[in-house]
């Protein structure tokens, strides 16, 4: 079996070629491989204050020992209350790398375009690199599909949510339901915890969920539900997913390009090997046995880009229009 410096060294290979082909530009080659650090010497990562589960916290601070100790320099966590913030940090420079949903990447690549590379996603023991995006009702209501909620009220997540906001509209568009004019109401609710508690008080007829760990013919093991009945904040018969729509592309991994290209090449075969190098932890991780990351890019995310593009369009019809 491999040993560390091998499996670590592969990860590098990996994310060299993948960097390489970006056609993103560098820093020039320096002397010594270990320069880089006087150019940047504390790494800055990113994430959304939503995140606030012990196991999402736990998940946080794991991987932030983990870069440090491959990195060898200080690595500091930016907790931003919201999707933006972690967007504009990244897109600003506030921050080198962050892991985002794919509407926040396509944020992200409208404002600075190469400046920024997806280069990672997590992929499950299934093969699987998606999730989904499911709408959900109380179980006590009449609702049985998205055509029941004709005139009724939804809430959604966040306007850079992918399967909070991005996608479903996405799909629903694409099965003949206009969104805008199909709900009497539709409102943020500012976070997949946040939208599920407002269908729980009574605010919203349905909300939009996301749901992962396998598909609609299987059965979903993982996703906003799962997560607040494991918590017992909800009770699994308390509610119904009547729609759903996916796969979505996971979330990636995306880093600046203008940072130092050895830290860029060090931390994606660092991530990249850490299941295999760290098996026990990333278990801990609640990360199931057979789960790991493949290399990915830009590319992978053009459908998300279009996506938001559209509604961006649609939004702009609708001021145009006043609003109708």
Not at 89 to 118: K, T
Request: glycine content about 10%.
């Amino acid at each position: 079996m491999p040993n560390k410096s091998t499996r670590i060294f592969l990860g590098i290979v990996c994310s060299i070629a993948l960097f390489g082909c970006s056609g993103a530009s560098g820093p020039t080659e320096r002397q010594h491989p270990d320069d880089w650090r006087a150019e940047l010497p504390r790494l800055e990562m990113g994430t959304t204050a939503s995140e606030d589960t012990p196991l999402a916290l736990f998940r946080i601070k794991t991987r932030q020992d983990y870069l440090e100790r491959i990195l060898g320099i200080p690595v500091k966590v930016y907790q931003s209350s919201d999707y933006n913030g972690v967007i504009q940090a990244i897109s600003s420079g506030q921050i080198q790398i962050a892991s985002m949903g794919g509407g926040s990447y396509s944020n992200v690549e409208a404002q600075i375009g190469e400046l920024a590379e997806a280069f990672l996603v997590r992929r499950d023991s299934y093969g699987i690199s998606g999730y989904y995006s499911t709408i959900v009702v109380k179980a006590e209501s009449p609702y049985e599909s998205i055509e029941d909620l004709e005139g009724k009220s939804l809430a959604y997540v966040d306007f850079n949510s992918t399967s909070g906001y991005i996608y479903p509209r996405w799909a629903m568009r694409n099965e003949g339901i206009e969104p805008d004019t199909f709900f009497s109401e539709a409102a943020m609710a500012g976070g997949h915890l946040q939208s599920v508690m407002a269908l729980s008080n009574g605010q919203f007829d349905a909300t939009v969920v996301l749901a992962n760990g396998g598909n609609p013919e299987i059965g979903f093991a993982g996703g906003t539900l799962k997560r607040l009945q494991r918590r017992g904040i909800i009770a699994p018969e308390d509610y119904r997913t009547i729609w759903h729509a996916g796969p979505v592309p996971n979330s990636p991994f995306v880093i600046r390009t203008d940072a130092p290209r050895e830290m860029r090449d060090l931390i994606s075969g660092a991530l990249a090997a850490m299941p295999f190098e760290e098996p026990e932890t990333f278990t801990d991780m609640a990360r199931l046995p057979g789960t790991a990351y493949k290399a990915v890019s830009r590319d992978y995310y053009t459908d998300l880009f279009e996506m938001r593009t559209e509604e961006i369009a649609s939004h702009r019809k609708r001021a145009i229009a006043g609003g109708k």
